[in-house]
């Protein structure tokens, strides 16, 4: 397979276990969530669930990998201010100028490790879980478009979409 050329970062960003009470005793299963990127703007998530910890992290490592998904991207950071939730948590993601760093709460940071985003200022608002966490950073990533996917949208070319805006700012 051509993906096996690719290096992938998996970040295991949480471990839960549950128990399942019969006849016979107690009952110990594990569900693992897994962040996997290859630092280049491509990154899938997804949850494995196993008897064993090792084998629900191999489970959900390889759905991750299955279910990755294209970020736009602008350098090193994101294109524009978005915001992302998810059940009760909200996340609000900023671009950020270069030689920032990440400065994000420990679950949105494994996301942009294996996004590849180096410079971006996001904060985590309402429920801290981490599972929701994840999945707001998810769907705040998944509003992000490109200048010029944006252009295409609107039947213009890029130089035209952005003289428009240089417009807009000079008119403020």
Same mark, same amino acid.
């Given at each position: 397979?051509?993906?096996?050329?690719?290096?992938?970062?998996?970040?295991?960003?949480? *471990?839960?276990? *549950?128990?399942?009470? !019969? %006849?016979?005793?107690?009952?110990?299963?594990?569900?693992?969530?897994?962040?996997?990127?290859?630092?280049? &703007?491509?990154?899938?998530?997804?949850?494995?669930? +196993?008897?064993?910890?090792?084998?629900?992290?191999? %489970?959900?490592?390889?759905?991750?990998?299955?279910?990755?998904?294209?970020?736009?991207?602008?350098?090193?950071?994101?294109?524009?201010?978005?915001?992302?939730?998810?059940?009760?948590?909200?996340?609000?993601?900023?671009?950020?100028?270069?030689?920032?760093?990440?400065? +994000?709460? &420990?679950?949105?940071?494994?996301?942009?490790?294996?996004?590849?985003?180096?410079?971006?200022?996001?904060?985590?608002?309402?429920? &801290?879980?981490?599972?929701?966490?994840?999945?707001? !950073?998810?769907?705040?990533?998944?509003?992000?478009? +490109?200048?010029?996917?944006?252009? %295409?949208?609107?039947?213009? !070319?890029? %130089?035209?979409?952005?003289?428009? *805006?240089?417009?807009?700012?000079?008119?403020?």
């Amino acid at each position: 397979m051509a993906d096996n050329k690719e290096t992938f970062v998996d970040n295991v960003v949480n *471990v839960r276990r *549950v128990t399942k009470v !019969t %006849k016979g005793g107690k009952r110990f299963s594990f569900s693992a969530l897994v962040v996997s990127g290859n630092r280049e &703007g491509k990154v899938g998530i997804a949850l494995g669930r +196993s008897r064993e910890v090792s084998s629900a992290i191999a %489970k959900a490592t390889n759905k991750a990998r299955k279910r990755m998904v294209e970020v736009s991207l602008r350098g090193s950071t994101i294109p524009y201010d978005v915001v992302g939730t998810h059940g009760a948590s909200k996340v609000q993601l900023r671009p950020a100028s270069k030689g920032t760093g990440s400065i +994000s709460g &420990g679950a949105m940071r494994q996301v942009f490790d294996a996004l590849g985003v180096q410079d971006i200022l996001a904060k985590s608002m309402g429920s &801290g879980n981490r599972q929701n966490v994840v999945k707001a !950073t998810f769907n705040a990533l998944a509003k992000l478009r +490109s200048a010029r996917h944006l252009a %295409k949208l609107r039947g213009k !070319t890029v %130089k035209q979409l952005v003289g428009k *805006v240089e417009e807009d700012v000079k008119t403020q």
